[in-house]
């Protein structure tokens, strides 16, 4: 099922956190959601499961308001404040409560907790819990009711590199099973590795809604390697062609595609040592696309805006 953000307005006294905003999260994908800090995520996020109510527009799931479905936990996971287990109560208590309360079996909150690595923790009361552990319990809620659409805010802070690695891992698995999911982060190399989509906005507004391939992919630039650089920076030198050199025998050219540059070397006899097109980092494509859209930017010591 999809999500879906349409004109979707929330202002706060007389400050606007989103203002007609309209996308799409479509299933079977793991679709990541930027934007520089008080971009106005939360509030998106906080307005698609109903705990925010929109000034105007609408954000719907499967074409219902979240307050609409029957069974909300059964169709919507969300993890949007890891530390929201009661402090004092036992993580697997936690999940049986939930469990009860939502018509859920018991036998699910064994699944939930294997799935989300906290068999040596469940006994364990929620306050103690390390960020990183909340983080997993609320997955474990999220997963609860086997829903197909999942929505997380920061899924990933906090989690150690193991459990980067298996939070990256169960969302692909949950994604490839055909659900929705949705999640913000602000760990770009780590959302490129796991979102096939990005949604970013900016003080509110859209920015860009695109497969990450095509914010990722510029212009052709190709890294060649070769202990006859100068030889091949005189073959490929022409119109539109630009080199720059990256070191004795590396260099990187634009505007000669890869093919030719492998055919040029071969005729001329010169061995490659690598040849690779140059993607941008999502890191790259973010700040040049949310550059003049950062509310807080670290300011100089005397306070002004860098
Ligand atoms: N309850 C509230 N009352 C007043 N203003 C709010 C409230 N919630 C959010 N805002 C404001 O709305 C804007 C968007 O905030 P939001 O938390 O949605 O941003 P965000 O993109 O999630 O930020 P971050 O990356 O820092 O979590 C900010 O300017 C914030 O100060």
Not at 75 to 80: A, D, K, M, R, S
Not at 119 to 139: D, Y
């Amino acid at each position: 099922m999809s999500i879906a953000v349409r004109a979707l307005s929330k202002r706060y006294g007389r400050k606007w956190a989103v203002r007609e905003l309209t996308f799409e999260v479509q299933p079977g994908r793991v679709t990541g959601f930027l934007g520089p800090n008080g971009a106005g995520k939360s509030t998106t996020m906080r307005a698609i499961v109903g705990l925010d109510r929109p000034t105007s527009g609408e954000a719907l799931i499967g074409g219902r308001r979240y307050a609409a479905l029957p069974a909300p936990l059964q169709e919507v996971g969300t993890l949007l404040d890891a530390k929201a287990a009661h402090r004092s109560r036992r993580a697997v208590d936690h999940l049986r409560t939930v469990a009860a309360t939502h018509g859920i079996r018991r036998r699910r909150v064994d699944e939930v907790i294997a799935l989300a690595g906290l068999e040596s923790a469940a006994t364990r009361r929620a306050g103690t819990f390390s960020l990183g552990m909340s983080q997993r319990l609320g997955i474990a809620v999220a997963l609860l009711g086997d829903p197909h659409t999942l929505i997380l805010d920061e899924p990933v802070n906090g989690l150690d590199p193991e459990g980067v690695a298996w939070m990256r891992g169960l969302l692909s698995q949950l994604a490839a099973e055909g659900r929705t999911v949705f999640l913000s982060s602000h760990l770009l190399s780590e959302l490129a590795l796991v979102a096939e989509h990005v949604v970013v906005i900016g003080r509110g507004a859209l920015i860009a809604d695109a497969p990450l391939a095509a914010l990722t992919a510029r212009e052709e630039r190709v890294r060649v390697r070769t202990e006859r650089l100068p030889e091949l920076m005189r073959l490929l030198s022409g119109p539109g062609v630009t080199t720059s050199s990256g070191g004795p025998d590396v260099a990187e050219v634009t505007g000669v595609p890869v093919d030719q540059i492998a055919q040029r070397a071969a005729a001329a006899g010169i061995v490659l040592l690598e040849l690779a097109p140059v993607h941008r980092t999502l890191e790259e494509a973010y700040t040049e696309l949310t550059g003049s859209a950062v509310e807080y930017r670290a300011g100089s010591a005397d306070g002004s805006a860098s």
